[in-house]
């Protein structure tokens, strides 16, 4: 009995070991359980400490560009921009001089080529007429776009203009003002008969003005998508005949007309670059009601920009214009409309031929040039007596290169030299040699 009772005290002890084993077993998978959760929990503080110090190293993303704001009621876009240019000219003519604040001293006008003067030293000045302001306005409403446009610039202000002397203040001009209803334009813009791309970046208001058709005023115009890269653009444009009277160049705006300038022009865009085909009709008009007459007037022009590398760096710009009685159309008015005979009461046809050509030389991202050339032939009708014509503009020609550079997106400082010719009906002519500095911020 006596050892039944050692090994009853003994079962009972290697039970409780047993208990107490357990107990220890269970605390340690606890532990051990804690432990595995603490080392994950420290793993995800650790993994996103990583995360925001990664996100702190990085830089801030830019702002998004703003373009533009609303008005009204929100459903009108409203853009501002344009440029501010500085220009520094210095001009030297053979024959004469031209007067301080005129067309002639600003940009290059080939009539303004003073002959039979008296060459001087070189004239200077500096300029920040050509400087342009612009608002862009476009609406939706419902599937159809309404837009508006209003561009501006101190370079063509007529009537009083400021001093060099003292503030050099100048008016502000319109330029062009429009409202677009999807195809329909109704307002002041560039004439439909130009193509405007041709156009050669220069530090001139205009570059090549004689073989250049420029022109702005109010139309009304409507564009015709025509498949496959062409559009077709049909206007009825304000009319105005500038004729000379026999014997005097001077031009004269008539106002007598009664029927628009009708135009056209089919424009082709690809990727090889642009073209442009324009045709123009128009009658001109006299009338002062004992005298008046009347002549047709018709002209057509074809320009083109062409790209010469992948990245458009490199491109050909021209435009070659025939016509009679668009002399307003080309040149800045080089030549009249129509010359008109007293004698006879009679308008007499004045035919014009004018061309330009320009390289754009992309030399780097930040550095480029243009090389540029114009040119313009006048004829008369051969029943005009030609000792009456001896002082009207007869041919004008120029050349020109540049070297523009852009340190930064927006910033153009531009040098260019020019050299242009004037010649008379009377064989006599007259030189300009120009060297032209230039400074744009564009925004």
Not at 402 to 420: I, K, Q, T
């Amino acid at each position: 009995m006596a050892d039944t009772a050692k090994e009853k005290e003994l079962e009972a002890r290697i039970e409780a070991l047993e208990r107490a084993f357990g107990t220890i077993q269970g605390e340690l998978t606890a532990t051990k359980a804690e432990n595995a959760m603490l080392r994950e929990a420290t793993a995800r503080a650790e993994a996103k400490a990583t995360e925001v110090a990664v996100a702190q190293a990085k830089p801030a993303p830019a702002p998004a560009a703003v373009d533009g704001f609303t008005a009204g009621s929100g459903a009108t876009r409203v853009k501002i921009g344009g440029f501010i240019k500085t220009v520094a000219t210095f001009s030297k003519w053979n024959d004469g001089d031209v007067a301080a604040n005129t067309f002639g001293r600003d940009f290059y006008l080939p009539q303004a080529i003073p002959i039979g003067g008296v060459g001087e030293s070189t004239d200077s000045d500096f300029s920040a007429k050509q400087t342009r302001l612009w608002l862009n306005l476009e609406t939706k409403v419902g599937d159809h776009t309404l837009k508006g446009y209003i561009e501006t610039d101190f370079q063509t202000a007529p009537g009083t203009q400021g001093s060099e002397r003292t503030t050099n203040g100048y008016n502000l001009a319109l330029r062009r003002a429009y409202v677009q209803f999807d195809k329909l334009t109704v307002g002041q813009d560039w004439s439909t008969f130009q193509y405007v791309a041709a156009l050669p970046e220069s530090t001139d208001f205009v570059g090549p003005t004689e073989g250049t058709v420029f022109v702005r005023q109010p139309l009304v115009r409507y564009s015709i998508p025509a498949g496959k890269g062409f559009t077709l653009h049909v206007s009825a444009e304000n009319p105005e005949s500038a004729t000379a009277t026999l014997g005097s160049p001077t031009l004269i705006e008539n106002d007598d007309d009664s029927i628009p300038d009708f135009a056209a022009r089919l424009h082709y865009a690809g990727s090889f670059g642009e073209l442009s085909f324009a045709g123009l009709a128009r009658q001109l008009s006299v009338d002062n009601g004992a005298v008046s007459d009347e002549a047709m007037g018709y002209g057509a022009s074809v320009g083109g920009k062409i790209f010469l590398d992948k990245d458009k760096r490199f491109d050909v710009r021209f435009m070659g214009t025939y016509g009679r009685g668009i002399g307003r159309y080309v040149g800045l008015n080089f030549a009249p409309d129509a010359v008109f005979v007293p004698g006879s009461n009679k308008l007499r046809n004045v035919d014009v031929f004018s061309v330009l050509g320009a390289v754009r030389l992309g030399w780097t991202p930040k550095l480029r040039s243009t090389l540029m050339a114009g040119y313009q032939d006048v004829r008369y009708a051969d029943s005009i007596p030609v000792a009456s014509l001896l002082a009207y503009n007869n041919k004008a020609w120029s050349l020109a290169g540049n070297l523009f550079w852009s340190p930064v997106a927006g910033l153009d400082l531009g040098v260019e030299y020019r050299h242009g010719e004037r010649e008379l009906v009377s064989g006599a002519t007259g030189q300009l040699d120009r060297v032209e500095f230039a400074a744009k911020y564009s925004f």
